[in-house]
């Protein structure tokens, strides 16, 4: 294999990349008997946005309606314990979407009882479509207007907005999570003195010279979480190697995508080190303590295609 290969580049989602016969199904564990261990932040840039906004509409997907049965609000938005159906529910064109899932026979369930029972299966049957509305809610909070919206919706998923249904997909979200639209506006004002430095410590400049094209304030709200999202990865880090050192479990460092750290452990060992990224996990959140838990997520697989 090339040494000149970004292992932080690959986008496993990519076509060729994660077919079969794609390049992740050959990167393997380089020690025997090992394997692959991805641990991520769970929902990472929904909970630093929930927890910082404390937006309630926002809060219930993460926090407040998990294990609830969904229902439609007075509003008719889908209060459901998922920010990106959520979403959908709260536009014209994800509305239809969602009511025909909603009405839909789930092998002799209702949706309702169907999203108890695995969830999975629903956000499985939406897959496209969800991953479509999750590319708006963050190009949203980066600063993306309407215009915007129609044109990165048309380069990433080849889906022609019109005029009025990009309009739609903008005030649904923003009257439905007011608390963030706050939260945006607010590291906006801040951002207009220069910088903003987070609350892990990470210090963040911002072109606000007023040149046409050159004014960045307007990305600071996605800048501050997702320097929130690296920071606390950056402190369960250090917790896990800890837990690891002191169960003695052998690892060893692969690398850091973003909020996925990927080890490769001696699979007999995987058990015992289930629980010190347990351990490390509920250390985080006895520091952090948020009103939003964090939560990792964890898979284990003999390549990189497997682990994700």
């Known amino acids: 294999m090339s040494a000149k290969l970004n292992v932080q580049g690959l986008a496993r989602r990519d076509k060729g990349l994660g077919s079969l016969d794609g390049l992740c199904s050959y990167i393997e564990p380089s020690h025997p008997n090992c394997v692959f261990v991805s ?9 630093v946005t929930a927890h910082y906004s404390q937006d309630t509409m926002y809060r219930y997907a993460t926090l407040e309606g998990i294990g609830k049965a969904p229902y439609w609000n007075a509003e008719d938005v889908l209060m459901i314990d998922d920010i990106y159906l959520m979403f959908m529910s709260s536009t014209a064109s994800g509305k239809r979407i969602i009511r025909e899932a909603w009405d839909k026979d789930w092998n002799g369930l209702s949706f309702t009882d169907q999203w108890l029972k695995s969830s999975k299966v629903i956000k499985t049957h939406l897959d496209s479509d969800r991953q479509f509305f999750k590319m708006l809610a963050l190009a949203l909070i ?20 019109t005029e009025t249904e990009a309009m739609s997909i903008y005030k649904g979200y ?35 010279s007023g040149v046409k094209g050159k004014d960045t304030t ?44 990927i080890l490769e452990v001696p699979k007999d060992n995987l058990d015992v080190f289930k629980e010190a990224k347990s351990a490390a996990t509920e250390r985080l959140n006895t520091l952090l303590r948020w009103s939003v838990p964090i939560t990792i997520g964890l898979s284990v697989g003999n390549n990189f295609k497997e682990i994700k």
């Open 142 to 161: 980066y600063g993306m207007g309407p215009n915007r919206l129609q044109k990165q919706s048309y380069e990433q998923f080849s889906v022609e907005l």
């Open 218 to 261: 307007h990305k600071a709200c996605n800048y501050f979480i997702q320097s929130c999202v690296s920071g606390i990865m950056h402190l369960y880090n250090g917790y896990l190697e800890e837990e690891c050192l002191y169960r003695e479990i052998p690892f060893y460092f692969v690398t850091v995508i973003h909020d996925e750290t």
């Open 39 to 47: 641990m991520d932040l769970g929902a990472g840039e929904p909970t």
């Open 174 to 208: 923003w009257s439905t999570f007011a608390g963030v639209r706050a939260l945006v506006q607010k590291m906006a004002q801040k951002a207009k003195q220069g910088f903003i430095v987070n609350p892990f410590g990470y210090r963040l400049t911002f072109d606000n």
